[in-house]
């Protein structure tokens, strides 16, 4: 199985929430290639209560046998990338899980109840970079809908006789 790592750097967006319940909410507002020169967390603007920060390098990492769901993330019309972060309890910031351009491993991450999955338009750079990607490793696979077994009717328990239930 082949493999290629492509460096991002991700942006996040820290607002205040407007419930009674929390104070602020996050959500991504970038992926961009390659690695910035900034710690984690960096704050990039702060514009009345909405900042954001830089949140940290991760790497897309792009499989041969997930190609199908690339092109098809390709293909959609408004390619996404998904990002999963999670909250940090005692600080309030946040950490960065991972980052993927595969649709169902992005919405696979929802299903946990402490991950932030939220996407964000590909940028051309990084969808060409899967395009070339896909155009070399993506073997087109036929759907086998597996068929179910015959069943051995003998080997259900009945009882001798028949139905009535004596036995002879």
């Known amino acids: 199985m082949a493999e290629e790592a492509i460096p991002v750097g991700v942006i996040v967006e820290k ?3 407007a419930s009674p319940w929390i104070d602020h909410t996050w959500g991504a507002v970038a992926v961009m290639p390659g690695l910035p020169e900034a710690p984690r967390m ?3 603007e702060k514009v009345g ?9 991760s790497t897309i990492v792009l499989a041969s ?9 390709l293909m959609s019309g408004a390619p996404k990338i998904w990002v999963v972060m999670r909250e940090e309890e005692p600080e309030g910031g946040l950490s960065l899980v991972t980052v993927t ?3 169902t491993e992005g919405e696979a991450n929802t299903e946990t109840g402490s991950n932030l999955v939220d996407f964000v338009p590909m940028l051309p750079e990084i969808a060409a970079e899967i395009a070339a990607f896909v155009d070399e ?8 809908k597996r068929k179910r077994d015959k069943t051995d009717r003998e ?12 036995r002879g």
């Open 101 to 103: 351009a595969d649709p």
């Open 42 to 44: 960096t704050l990039i």
């Open 65 to 73: 046998i997930d190609t199908a769901q690339y092109r098809d993330n």
């Open 155 to 166: 080997a259900f328990g009945r009882r001798k006789g028949g139905l009535d239930g004596e």
């Open 137 to 144: 490793h993506h073997i087109e696979r036929e759907f086998y």
């Open 49 to 57: 209560d909405t900042e954001r920060y830089y949140l940290g390098a």
């Open 15 to 17: 607002r205040k929430s």
